[in-house]
């Protein structure tokens, strides 16, 4: 009896103890709903707080002198929302400073203000803001303090803004200046403002450091993975008044969680002393980890909890990615034990109709294109992405080149980052690094794109300086450069034998030579192709054509009137050859790691061939708009595993045309060719990616059958369009969420009475919306269309063009209205909630 009393009295003491740390809890949880993570049961605790900053700003466009003092008058000034990019807002001009390779629109300088309040409880906290970039020579202020500048226009960075913030009811003002008047400051469209995203963080005096894990698996099976965090707390305790000077005893807690919970949970002690750094260095073990890999992009996350007695001072989170991989001299690429090849494509970081003005639902798009093409790897040229691009790499399942600099000290633009580098490139790479490391979808740390160094001896003093910045605060990835010179005498960069893999650009007829020139070396084709299309427009020509023919001309002579160039694969930049080619050359090299195609998609700025009107590249797998050129499905027969047909171009030519027709195919031995039911042969892939006929025109249904022994597998037919007579609208997607930031793209067809897209239409196409939505912009990808992005109409081309609409943040139906002459008026229906 004594016994079961005593086990009575120990249940009841664990009950009181858990309701007491229960509704402890509770309460602290009621003090402050906006704190969203959950601390541990019965303590005292305040928590880290990261909140959305982007509302409620206000904008002027032009320099005005006063503008960061906290009496100035700015009740006039435009009210919007972050992130914006000004200069995509702006008309086309071939008088623009940037030119047509900054995309033909305007820079200068734009201000933006912002007041808040923080409340009283804040008052013994840390309150700092988070840029996610800038661009360009940034400025801020906190109530008339100035806090620092960034030159760099793809930084990110924070400030603190404690010592100089009021609270209760005191008023605080956040003011920036953005400097991108002096241009050309870079080779392709950058952007104007304040374009990536903002947040004010609040901590405790003791918490997790600014980007402050680093995360490793330094070994991994597939039965067991190890788990190495480093963890840089910040005392910034010592800076306040009457505060002790005593060391605090912390507890740093780990722990693991996958999508059913916890796994693994580690503690250690670290004595933290005032207004200091600590490392604290924790690992720890986990049994049959799930391998993050492009096919299967598995995240678990690690929460960092950092307690001191019984407070909580914070909560962090990290998330991890467990997988291990290798570049090999002759085996090429491998990722958790298996060969595969780099299926990339290089991407600038303008978001087409949308400009720089980051936005996730835009690249989440552009990422998902790319994935259903079979692309897997991504390289950000040539500037740091923005976070929340990586963030989506990660969950879709992309590897990843992340590339700090265009340029070192030598120029390529009159006003570039060359300025800027003796100053701030180790500041810049450091928290380049600092904030990507954590990333499982970055692989290669990029030091620099096509550096005139290249050439002389000072490029080995600063690959090495650069590659030893990298390293010690990532020795996990490989450091790279993408080099252009292929003569190992005359690469100095590649002399500094700093670089782990070796990038080249183009020059495939020199790929055999790499192993001899670099023995020992691994190899990627860093960028390769530089074909030029334009969608929609066909031109036959049984050579590859190089537009313009050599370094000696800047633009094309005898080009298209119109400022188009053919779709069929066939017309190249002078550096570069057809997409089959080049695919064809790294695919049959195990020693090349795999390659990186300029581009995916059409980017604002640098539209080699054509001067002004052009203002965007020709370069893309994808258009400006997101539509696919047909090249888009060679990649996809190629790179992917489904089954693939797809035959071009259109079939509305003049009597007596004769048309070549091209088969793109996978999944199959051969391809025959009917029109009007008669075959026309069948073809098979020989050195080409392709097949092809030539036909003599006539009216009616072009025809193609794909099969493998001798069994169907798919056809796919295009028909002789009519006149034009509606439009029709497809939404990507259908239901929005009520923030303020999703958006849907709408492509709008105009096709004949049977539906058949009519592939010269060209009409002028309005559009109305009502209901919690607004228009975000159109665009038809064009390369050399100058209507603004930002009106409520465009024409359509090569019978398309495309609407984006954005979601209010109220919750309800979008009407989207498009009318042209002698169509009529079509109305689709959204939904947000």
């Not at 008052?123 to 840029?131: A, E, L, M, T």
């Amino acid at each position: 009896m004594l016994q079961k009393g005593k086990m009575m009295r120990i249940k009841l003491i664990w009950f009181l103890i858990f309701t007491v740390g229960w509704a402890a809890g509770i309460a602290a949880q009621a003090l402050d709903k906006k704190q969203f993570a959950q601390g541990k049961k019965g303590l005292n605790y305040s928590k880290r707080l990261e909140l959305d900053f982007n509302r409620d700003w206000k904008f002027f466009s032009g320099d005005i002198k006063g503008a960061d003092a906290p009496e100035f008058d700015d009740r006039k000034w435009r009210k919007l929302a972050l992130p914006h990019d000004w200069s995509i807002e702006g008309n086309f001009s071939a008088a623009h400073p940037a030119g047509n390779d900054g995309g033909a629109l305007p820079g200068g300088i734009g201000w933006y203000r912002k007041t808040f309040h923080l409340a009283k409880d804040l008052k013994n906290r840390r309150i700092y803001i988070d840029f996610g970039g800038i661009y360009r020579n940034s400025e801020v202020w906190i109530n008339g303090h100035l806090l620092g500048i960034r030159p760099n226009g793809y930084i990110s960075f924070r400030y603190d803004l404690t010592p100089f913030v009021h609270f209760g009811q005191r008023e605080n003002l956040i003011t920036v200046k953005a400097d991108n008047a002096k241009q050309p400051n870079s080779r392709w469209y950058s952007g104007s403002g304040i374009y990536r995203n903002v947040r004010l963080v609040t901590t405790a005096d003791i918490a997790v450091d600014h980007w402050g894990t680093s995360v490793s698996t330094p070994a991994v099976t597939a039965g067991q993975a190890t788990i190495r965090q480093l963890t840089v707390l910040r005392n910034t305790s010592g800076k306040q008044a009457g505060a002790s000077a005593k060391p605090v005893q912390a507890e740093i807690e780990l722990t693991l969680l996958d999508g059913a919970g916890k796994r693994v949970t580690t503690v250690k002690k670290q004595q933290v002393l005032k207004d200091s750094l600590t490392e604290a260095d924790q690992s720890f073990t986990i049994d049959q980890p799930r391998l993050w890999s492009p096919a299967d992009p598995y995240l678990y996350t690690l929460v960092t909890r950092i307690s001191a007695g019984r407070e909580l001072l914070d909560e962090y989170r990290t998330t991890l990615g467990i997988r291990y991989f290798s570049f090999d001299s002759k085996k090429g690429f491998s990722l958790n034990g298996q060969s595969m090849k780099i299926l990339g494509v290089c991407m600038h970081h303008d978001l087409g109709a949308l400009g720089a003005a980051v936005n996730r639902r835009a690249m989440q798009r552009q990422l998902e294109i790319l994935k259903e093409m079979g692309c897997n790897a991504i390289r950000f040229s040539h500037n740091p992405p923005a976070a929340e691009l990586l963030n989506l790499c990660d969950q879709m399942g992309f590897l990843v080149m992340d590339e700090a600099f265009d340029m070192w000290k030598k120029k390529k633009n009159k006003y570039d980052y060359s300025l800027d580098f003796e100053k701030w490139h180790k500041r810049d790479l450091q928290d380049m690094i600092k904030r990507d490391r954590n990333h499982p979808s970055v692989i290669l740390w990029s030091i620099g794109n096509e550096i005139r160094e290249q050439f002389d001896t000072t490029g080995t003093r600063i690959t090495r300086e650069l590659a030893g910045i990298v390293k010690a605060l990532d020795a996990t990835r490989p450091v790279i450069s993408a080099l252009t010179e292929t003569d190992s005498s005359r690469n100095y960069i590649a002399k500094a034998k700093a670089l782990n893999v070796l990038g080249f650009n183009y020059k495939f007829e020199d790929y055999d030579k790499l192993p001899l020139n670099f023995p020992g070396q691994k190899f990627i084709a860093s960028e390769t192709t530089s074909a030029l299309e334009t969608r929609g427009v066909y031109q036959s020509s049984d050579t590859l054509r190089f537009w313009p023919a050599s370094g000696k001309q800047k633009y094309v002579v005898n080009g298209n009137a119109d400022w188009t160039a053919s779709a069929y694969d066939n017309t190249a930049a002078y550096w570069g050859t057809s997409h089959e080619r080049a695919w064809k050359e790294v695919k049959k090299r195990d020693f090349m790691s795999g390659l990186f195609v300029w581009t995916g998609f059409d980017y604002l700025g640098e539209p080699v061939p054509y001067p002004y009107p052009a203002r965007s590249s020709y370069f893309g797998i994808v258009d400006l708009a997101g539509f696919p050129k047909d090249v888009y499905y060679m990649y996809q027969s190629e790179w992917t595993d489904k089954p693939v047909l797809h035959v071009f171009p259109h079939w509305n030519w003049k009597p007596g045309s004769t048309v070549d027709v091209w088969a793109y195919y996978s999944q199959a031995d051969e391809v025959e060719l009917f029109l009007n039911g008669r075959s026309l042969g069948t073809r098979k892939k020989e050195n080409d990616l392709h097949v092809s006929w030539k036909v003599n025109f006539e009216p009616g249904v072009l025809k193609a059958v794909s099969r493998k022994n001798g069994k169907e597998v798919l056809s796919s037919e295009v028909h002789t369009a009519g006149e034009a007579s509606r439009i029709v609208l497809e939404a990507d997607r259908s239901q929005l969420i009520a923030d303020g930031d999703d958006l849907s793209y709408l492509t709008v067809k105009v096709t004949d009475q049977q539906g058949n897209v009519v592939p010269d239409a060209a009409q002028l196409i309005s559009f109305s919306v009502e209901g919690n939505g607004t228009l975000a912009g159109v665009d038809n990808g064009y390369q050399a269309n100058i209507s603004s992005f930002k009106a409520p109409q465009i024409k359509a081309f090569k019978g398309r063009c495309m609407v984006i609409i954005r979601s209010g943040e109220e919750p309800g139906y979008i009407y989207i209205k498009a009318k042209a002459q002698d169509l009529g008026e079509t109305v689709f229906r959204l939904s947000s909630r």
